[in-house]
C-alpha cells in the first residue's frame, strides 16, 4: 500500500489502473454550508440540533444513531423516506415503531432550518462520480484502466454493490489478460441493510 497521491501519469508504472475513489460531495447546499461523511468522525462535541439533507439509507442511519445519542434531529428528504422500500407495510411500521426522529419535506421548514445557526447541516444526498465506464467497468477513451463504486457515473451507491463491481474489475482484468469474454456487473440482487434501532435489510 502506497500513501501518497495518484497522478495521471503514475498510470504509466502499472499494467493496469482501477480507481475506486468514492465520488466528489459538496460542502454547500443552498448557498449553506454543510457538514458531509468526511466531517463527522472530527466533530468534538455532539450538537444539540442537527439538520440532515436527505432521504436514503445513509441519511436515515445518521439520523438515527444521532437520534440515540440524544441530539434533535431533523431529516429533509425531497420526496418520502426510504422510497427503495417498495412494501407499504413494512413502511408504514419503520415510520411508526422504529424511526426516532422528525421528517419534513416541506422546502419553507427547510428554508428556516437553513437559516437557523442553532442546527449543524449534515448533507447526505447527491455527490457526483468522476468516471464514465462502459458496461465492463472500463473506463472510457482510456486503456487498460478500470472504475468501480462510487467513483462511476450513475454505478455504486452502497458497500455491496461496490464489492460486487470490485470483483467484476478484478475478474474482467484477468479474463483480458488470458484473453477471455469480459463480464459484466449483476445488481439483480444486491442486499441492502439500515442500521436504526431496529436493522432492517432488504
Not at 85 to 104: E, Q, S, T
Not at 106 to 123: P, W
Not at 158 to 184: C, D, F, H, W
Amino acid at each position: 500500500i502506497k500513501y501518497k497521491e495518484f497522478k495521471e501519469k503514475y498510470a504509466d508504472n502499472y499494467d493496469y489502473v482501477d480507481y475506486a475513489t468514492g465520488r466528489n460531495y459538496p460542502t454547500s447546499y443552498n448557498g449553506y454550508e454543510v457538514l458531509t461523511h468526511r466531517d463527522i468522525p472530527n466533530l468534538r462535541e455532539l450538537p444539540e440540533n442537527i439538520l440532515i439533507i436527505g432521504g436514503g439509507v445513509v441519511a436515515t442511519e445518521y439520523a438515527s444513531i444521532f437520534s440515540d445519542f440524544g441530539c434533535n434531529v431533523v431529516l429533509y428528504t425531497r420526496s418520502k423516506i426510504l422510497k427503495e422500500i417498495k412494501d407499504k407495510d413494512i413502511r408504514d411500521y419503520l415510520i411508526r415503531k422504529v424511526i426516532n426522529f422528525k421528517i419534513i419535506n416541506d422546502k419553507e421548514e427547510l428554508e428556516k432550518l437553513l437559516k437557523d445557526e442553532s442546527y449543524t447541516k449534515i448533507l447526505a444526498i447527491g455527490g457526483k462520480g468522476v468516471f464514465e465506464t462502459d458496461e465492463y467497468l472500463r473506463v472510457m477513451n482510456k486503456e487498460r484502466t478500470y472504475a468501480c463504486g462510487d467513483c462511476v457515473i450513475n454505478k455504486g451507491g452502497n458497500t455491496p454493490i461496490s464489492r460486487m463491481e470490485g470483483r467484476v474489475v478484478a475478474q474482467n482484468i484477468y479474463n483480458e489478460i488470458n484473453n477471455k469474454p469480459l463480464i459484466k456487473p449483476n445488481y439483480d440482487l444486491i442486499p441492502k441493510t439500515i442500521r436504526l434501532s431496529l436493522t432492517i435489510s432488504y
